[in-house]
């Protein structure tokens, strides 16, 4: 059974290298573009770039993991995996085995590793 510092520091390294595979692939379709118009433009926003934001703040998050980090990793690994399954399914779009499958050992790490009872508040020394 690990202790709360040693899922500490799991959780951590776990947001840290989702954070950068994030930004690997934020930074991939900044320089691609997309195969489809940018809808996200038309609203006024870039995905890519709040792709990189949020890979940005899993990397800056693992000295302090806390709930509210697991959340949102949690909540982007379970959408990231329905998107998936979706395109999957759908419109002759092509799912991506490597998504699939990343989202499927992130949200399982992040699920079995999720402090229940115990506190979440960091130490200086970490």
Same mark, same amino acid.
């Given at each position: 059974?690990?202790?709360s510092e040693n899922k500490t520091k799991a959780l951590s390294?776990?947001?840290?290298?989702? !954070?950068?595979?994030?930004?690997?692939?934020?930074?991939?379709? !900044?320089?691609? !573009?997309?195969?489809?118009?940018?809808?996200?433009n038309i609203v006024g926003a870039d995905a890519s770039i709040? #792709?990189?934001?949020?890979? #940005?703040?899993?990397?800056?998050?693992?000295?302090?993991? %806390?709930?509210?980090?697991?959340?949102? #990793?949690?909540?982007?690994? #379970?959408?990231?995996?329905?998107?998936?399954?979706?395109?999957?399914?759908?419109?002759?779009?092509?799912?991506?085995?490597?998504? %699939?499958?990343?989202?499927?050992?992130?949200?399982?790490?992040?699920?079995?590793?999720?402090?229940?009872?115990?506190s979440m508040e960091m130490t200086p020394q970490h």
């Open positions: 059974m690990l202790t390294a776990l947001l840290v290298i989702q !954070g950068a595979i994030i930004l690997v692939g934020a930074v991939l379709l !900044g320089l691609t !573009g997309s195969v489809i118009a940018p809808f996200d709040a #792709a990189v934001v949020l890979g #940005a703040a899993f990397i800056m998050a693992y000295r302090t993991p %806390t709930r509210a980090w697991l959340n949102l #990793a949690i909540m982007y690994n #379970a959408l990231a995996l329905v998107a998936q399954l979706w395109k999957g399914g759908n419109f002759g779009v092509h799912n991506s085995l490597a998504t %699939t499958v990343l989202a499927v050992i992130f949200l399982v790490g992040f699920l079995l590793l999720y402090p229940r009872g115990e």
